[in-house]
């Protein structure tokens, strides 16, 4: 019998920071480990500081990838890139969607509210992540314009686009006989920094809720709803920040997810997880024109792309047609779980680590790939 693949991830993220209630670890740590383990590998999970029980892993286990999450450079990261070069092990360096791009960092619209102390201090953090890239063996990259960034910085950064966690199927049931005909409208940012996100579409929004008295309307991430929706009163209500798990079960009870974002490079770099996310729970979604929406859109012909402010002609379409456009998109719910769930695409991410996808019982991937089209950033 052949030996199992093992791979180790190592968790960056200071311990403080609940690392298991962040969306990022769901799909880079968490999502990917427990699909390796459903066929056949062993994963082990690790914090940076655990400098010790690291050591013994690498020492006592045929490690085959050791890939190190949101990492920083000092002496926990120093003792991990020693071990792994002693024991021959590859060190990889998973940045999801951060911009490692300092200029990028000046020009951000969520961030110009902060001072020029505070931009300089997540510069300074961004000029950490390049450095520790610099000195591992190689970086992976949620999106094209990442992947493209982190070349700069080291040759072998390779593309692992978001997959939906295995841990998401069991949280896909829609109760469709609803008896209102209310029509929910639904925006969760990841932080109330991205009010400027949101930003985008408030202005239309009274006056589409005028127009249209069936819809409710209804933002999370902590957002307090502007002024202008008052008039609104019931027909708004505001959600506090939850975990990734409940954000997703609110999905389930919405009909259109918006995703907006503001036209830097920073939004250019996001990855599709959103819309993803809105898509597979059956809503029906409506996101700014960004290259990794624009390519979600073309590999799963679902949802509506807005350029600038063209926000309140995308709700009109799309509420002038609602049934069709519901129907449509509870139909591809179950082809976007087949395509997008990073169980079918396991067989590429051991590729894309330098190991063969035939090492897991015996077969590759089974999904269609799926390969975004490059953009140089």
Known sequence: MPRKVHILFVLGIPQPSSPWQQQCVWYRVLGPGQALQAAGCRVDYAYLEETQRIRSLLATSAVDAVVLHRGTVGACFSALREQTRTSAVPLWYDLDDNIIDPQAIETASHLAHLDDANIRSIQDW???NIACLGECDGGLFSTPVLRDIGLRHNANSRLTPNFLPAFYVG?????????DRSIRVYYGPGSIEHKVHFDLVAAALPCIMREFPTIEFYIGGGLEPPPSLEEFGSRVTKLPRVRPEIYYRTLQLMDIALAPLAADSFS?????????????????????DQSDYREFKALTRTGHLVSGQGWDGAFRSVLKEFLEER???LERRQLIWERFSIASHIGEYLGTLGLSPESISGRKSAAVKIVPTSTSS
Do not use: D, M, N, Y
């Open 126 to 128: 961004t000029r950490t």
């Open 327 to 329: 129907r449509r998109a």
């Open 268 to 288: 250019a770099s996001k990855s599709w997880i959103k819309v993803l996310e809105a898509a597979s729970a059956g809503c029906i979604w409506i996101g700014s």
């Open 171 to 179: 949280l896909t049931e829609r109760h469709e006989q609803r008896q």
